[in-house]
């Protein structure tokens, strides 16, 4: 765990001040239990008292909770980037898939140029190993690791751009799409033709990323977010085309009648 010891003289804000930076910087996730008590007084090198003391103060300021008998997790603060009112109005408009994609699209396509440049040697290695783990999961056709593995490696490349709002702005749009509040991810992997296409694409960002491309990073990750919007918009229609075949069908009079 990214912890260090502390050797300032008011030790509870010096507790507050690390893990606000670890939360800020999304290295400490939302959802993710913190070490225990003694465990992480240890490795912070503070009394267990300074240590409650801060605890307990961002418990109060809302980024800590506290769940009996499980311990102490970063809360999910992220959620307040969507009100549970937007998410449902989101949720019940088609075209809110659309505009989440564009909106994508412009912040991906400006962290991909900008990750370029800014990444270290983790950030890319972290991106060679999401594309390697892409691979296998597309070689024995499974879409719930696929899609699972499309998440992480969109949101590797924001991280890799080192910029603190947009990480956590798509943080709280993954958050969506992991719950399936926009679209069905899983169900574009289903497609054999797609998901080839898919993998080349995520190749293809990969190696300019390593190549410290920025111009070509961003125009290969914005085509590649063009190539899903047409495949949902093809969804959407095959889908709507199909309910109405099923309404025709239920309403075409039978020999019976």
Known sequence: MPFEKIDAAKLSQEVTRQIEWLILQGVL???????GERDLAARMGVSRPSLREALAAMQADGL?????????FVAEVLGSAFSPALVRLIARHPRAAGDFLRFRKDLEGLAAERAATEAGQADLDLLDRIVTDMRHAHAVANP?????????????IVEASHNIIALHMMRAMQDLLRQGMLFNRPRIFAR?????????QHEAINAALQARDGPLAR?????????????????RKADEQDAIARLRLRNRPSDED
Request: include cysteine; charged fraction near 30%.
């Open 29 to 35: 996730r939302p959802g993710q239990r913190l070490p």
């Open 64 to 72: 800590l909770v506290s769940r009996p008998n499980a311990g102490i």
């Open 144 to 156: 719930e690791a696929e899609a699972a593995l499309d998440a992480d490696f969109h949101m590797a």
């Open 192 to 200: 054999g033709d797609l998901r080839d296409r898919i993998l080349d």
């Open 219 to 235: 125009r290969t990750l914005e085509s590649h977010l063009d190539c899903v919007a047409e495949a949902l918009e093809a969804q």
